[in-house]
């Protein structure tokens, strides 16, 4: 299970916003091979001042359209399929959000499976959790 935050300038039209949403999941499904119902993303709109970053960190021009995107997920992809990840990404949210590639920045924290709780105050991935 990723949880995807993603980060922006508050301004966006609500179409564009889901748009970016949706191309996340959507590679996501296709790279990482999650299932399809495992989708939970935070969008946090912030004012042009509450978001920080510097335009040109490594050669990359951004903008004030740029969209941060976090995503924390299981440690056991290795990095060809992080590679696929971020380069589907990009494709989907340039084709069908109009977010610039140079305004895409996307961060993976890897974690393990005792890691997560779906509720009831279980380590759901791990077997026999104790309640």
Do not use: C
Request: net charge negative; no cysteine.
């Amino acid at each position: 299970m990723p949880l995807v935050q993603i980060s922006l300038i508050r301004g966006r039209k609500p179409e564009t916003i889901r748009a970016i949403a949706d191309g996340v999941h959507r590679a996501l499904v296709e790279t990482f091979l999650i299932p399809p119902d495992d989708r939970f993303q935070l969008i946090q709109q912030y004012d042009a001042d509450s978001l920080i970053y510097d335009p040109d960190y490594m050669g990359v021009h951004r903008t004030d359209e740029v969209v941060f995107i976090n995503i924390t997920a299981s440690n056991w992809r290795d990095t060809a399929a992080k590679q696929a990840l971020y380069r589907r990404i990009k494709e989907l949210l340039t084709a069908e959000a109009g977010v610039r590639a140079e305004d895409i920045v996307i961060v993976l924290t890897p974690n393990t499976k005792e890691d997560w709780s779906f509720g009831n105050g279980v380590a759901s991935y791990v077997e026999k959790a104790a309640a």
